[in-house]
Structures are given as structure tokens and as C-alpha cells.
């Protein structure tokens, strides 16, 4: 079966400890996307990968890393910068192509700062 | 910049009832227009697309939204809906070119009820 994974499915943090979001597709997509969903304020994108070994800042990507170190994978590192860290946390991946632009999601990531 | 609006936080309907989620979005540029269903706990599943072509979009689950340009508008509708649709629903925009990146709405709350 081809999809995407998140694990764990819920994480308990302290502050001021960093923690690692897994993200894993075995769609062959080139294109991988971290979002943070909060109550009523929709989905924002926090990085994105079009390609293995590159990564670009979306719209609020202070207070988070990525690496991108195969194709399959797209890890998210919330640090202790992240003022506000309890969200759900959501991965996609696409195919890289202006006409097939289906972006795919996981089942996302509970985080909960203690 | 492009943003997508989705003006009802909450609709509540009845079971069987028709039901229309708006949609707008802002941009000056030719859009690729999604609409994506949460349930609960889970992560983002395509509702359907706009690409290009017939105005008229139909989906998944019977849902299906029509593209207005002159409105700029893409609301999603159903004839008659089941208490299995009561759902977050979120619409994205998409610019043409080489970036697959998506903006959301704020997402809304179809809450059906007996």
C-alpha cells in the first residue's frame, strides 16, 4: 500500500526539549511539505522539499528545522525556539509538475508542550 | 498575494438537506482550486480539483464545486447530505508555475445533524 506516514501519532513534550516529527512516503514523490494546523486558523506551511538535499522556509519556519537526506523521508525538528509549539502537525507529499499538483497528506502528529 | 477566504466557520445542517461551503480566493494570475476534507484526529483527503477545462468539478462523496472566475469563486455543494459528512472542509489555491506550494482557507465545520 502507497501513502504516507507520521509517527508518533501523539508526543508529549517539555519545554525547552527539542523533538523529532517522522514523515515517510513510498509514493515516490519528489515534493514533501510540513503544515501546522491550529483551531480556526486553517493550515500553514512551515518548509517544504521539491528535491533531495534542499529545503525552503514556508511562512512560519522560525522555531523549526528540516533535513531532507532521502527522498522518502522529510523529518521536523520543533526546538525550544518555538514559543508556541502544541498544534497538530500535518505532512504532505506531491509529485513535482505544473498539471499534477495533488498534494497527499499523512495522518498527522499531535504535539503537546507540557 | 493570493489568499483564500472561506467566509462560515460552522454550517449546521440537516441530514438530507443541501448544503453550499464558500469558497473565495484573491489572486490575479491563473489558479489550480482544491477543496480537501479533515474528519476528526485525521489528516487531509482530496474532496476534488480545478485544473482547467468545464467549470463544474464533481468529487468524491457526491460533493462537487464550480469555478467562477468572474466571482472569484469556487463553493462546494451537495444535494443531500449524510450525518458521515460532518467534517472540517478546507479550499486551497494553488498559482500555476513551477512551485507545487498551496495556500488554505480557514476551513469550515459542516455540522450535519438527524
Known amino acids: 500500500d502507497g501513502g504516507i506516514t507520521q509517527s508518533p501519532k501523539y508526543l508529549f513534550r517539555k519545554e525547552g526539549q527539542n523533538v523529532t516529527l517522522s514523515c515517510e512516503q513510498n509514493?515516490?514523490?519528489?515534493?514533501m511539505y510540513w503544515y501546522r494546523q491550529d483551531p480556526g486558523q486553517g493550515l500553514r506551511l512551515i518548509y517544504y522539499?521539491?528535491?533531495?538535499?534542499?529545503?525552503q522556509k514556508g511562512d512560519i519556519a522560525e522555531g523549526y528545522s528540516v533535513s531532507r537526506e532521502k527522498k522518502e523521508s522529510f523529518p521536523l525538528t520543533v526546538t525550544s525556539a518555538q514559543k508556541n509549539p502544541t498544534a497538530f502537525y500535518l505532512c504532505?507529499?506531491?509529485?513535482?509538475?505544473?498539471?499534477?499538483?495533488?498534494?497527499?497528506f499523512g495522518p498527522g502528529t499531535r504535539l503537546t508542550v507540557l | 498575494a493570493q489568499s483564500v477566504t472561506q467566509l462560515d466557520s460552522q454550517v449546521p445542517v440537516f441530514e438530507e438537506a443541501p448544503v453550499e461551503l464558500r469558497c473565495n480566493y484573491s489572486?490575479?494570475?491563473?489558479?489550480?482550486l482544491f477543496w480537501y476534507v479533515q474528519y476528526p484526529n485525521q489528516g487531509l483527503q482530496l474532496l476534488l480539483k480545478?485544473?482547467?477545462?468545464?467549470?463544474l468539478v464533481k468529487g468524491i462523496n457526491g460533493f462537487e464545486a464550480e469555478f467562477n472566475k468572474s466571482q472569484t469563486s469556487f463553493h462546494l455543494r451537495k444535494p443531500s447530505v449524510h450525518i458521515s459528512d460532518t467534517a472540517e472542509y478546507f479550499c486551497?489555491?494553488?498559482?500555476?508555475?513551477?512551485?507545487?506550494?498551496?495556500?488554505f482557507g480557514t476551513g469550515t465545520l459542516l455540522a450535519v445533524q438527524p
Open positions: 504532505a507529499s506531491s509529485i513535482v509538475a505544473p498539471s499534477t499538483d495533488t498534494q497527499y
Open positions: 509514493l515516490n514523490h519528489d515534493a
Open positions: 522539499s521539491q528535491i533531495v538535499n534542499d529545503f
Open positions: 489572486s490575479s494570475v491563473s489558479v489550480y
Open positions: 480545478y485544473l482547467s477545462g468545464s467549470t
Open positions: 486551497a489555491v494553488r498559482k500555476g508555475g513551477a512551485t507545487n506550494k498551496l495556500i
